[in-house]
């Protein structure tokens, strides 16, 4: 292990640092957008009991508005990333195998998590390297590391995302027909409502097609039940070891995650 550490440590860094540039971007905007005017001096944020004049009431604003991207964090990581199908996938698949508890949900977010690394890595290595290494040596400003960083995250959602849920987005924000002629013209606020709304749609496909097998099971170990006259016994009581049994012997997880993984090339 400490081996692979150290083979893989700047790999390993870069893309760590990646995922936290998306974020830092963000609130270098936000304190870009809504600094005062003047000095450097006048645009540190600081927090005190004073007379109420508008210097100081937006530097607490600011400092507010920091804090609410900060906490905003997780879900700008669940809601632009591969994160979403993942999840909903595993929480499926435990539902169809029939054990309740098994895998825990921490289990299940965690290996979600690592997977997003997994698929995440070369548009965090690209948002890293295009707008945050610039803007660490002061060579462009925070407006303009924000444009560019960006870019990437756009690319991975826009590959994912479906052509009609884009258009159903486009209408609801009253956008007039042939004004979209690229998709460099797809706004944020149409494309991030889009893509979560199509991965969504893709997991729960994804989650129908797993729950087949398991079903045919269900059925089988129902009528033989009834077949036998051994109506109150619980299905689930005698589906769950054979549900456990076929999942194991076809190597459930190497399959259903390597065909997840695929999903997004």
């Known amino acids: ?3 692979f550490l150290k083979k893989y440590k700047k790999k390993i860094l870069r893309v760590s640092l990646g995922l936290s540039a998306f974020f830092a971007i963000c609130m270098f905007m936000v304190s870009h957008t809504f600094a005062a005017d003047g000095d450097g001096n006048n645009n540190l944020i600081s927090i005190g009991i004073s007379s ?7 530097s607490v604003l600011q ?3 920091v804090l609410t991207v900060l906490s905003l964090a997780p879900s ?15 929480h499926f698949t435990r539902a169809a195998i029939g054990t309740q508890t098994v895998p825990p949900n921490q289990v299940i977010v965690g290996l979600s998590l690592f997977l997003t690394f997994f698929i995440m890595a070369p548009t965090f290595n690209e948002v890293y390297t295009s707008a945050v290494v610039p803007l660490t040596n002061n060579e462009i400003t925070a407006q303009e590391a924000f444009d560019i960083g960006v870019v ?14 884009l258009d159903t987005f486009l209408k609801i924000a009253d956008f007039e027909e ?3 002629k690229s998709e460099d013209d797809i706004p944020l606020q149409v494309l991030i409502p889009s893509f979560i709304v199509s991965e969504l749609r893709i997991a729960f496909i994804i989650g129908f097609l797993i729950y087949l097998p398991f079903i045919v099971i269900d059925m089988v170990v129902s009528s033989t039940l009834m077949s036998m006259g051994m109506m ?9 070891p054979f549900k456990i ?16 993984m695929s999903t997004f090339n």
């Open 245 to 260: 049994l076929l999942f194991v012997m076809a190597d459930g997880w190497n399959l259903i995650i390597g065909n997840l």
């Open 52 to 58: 109420g004049e508008g210097s100081d009431m937006a």
């Open 152 to 165: 990437p995250v756009r690319k991975f959602m826009l590959k994912q995302v479906s052509t009609k849920d």
């Open 63 to 65: 400092m507010l508005l």
């Open 1 to 3: 292990m400490l081996h």
């Open 232 to 240: 109150m016994l619980p299905p689930t009581t005698i589906s769950t």
């Open 76 to 90: 700008i990581l669940m809601m632009l990333t591969s994160f979403t199908r993942i999840v909903i996938v595993l």
């Open 178 to 180: 042939g004004s979209v």
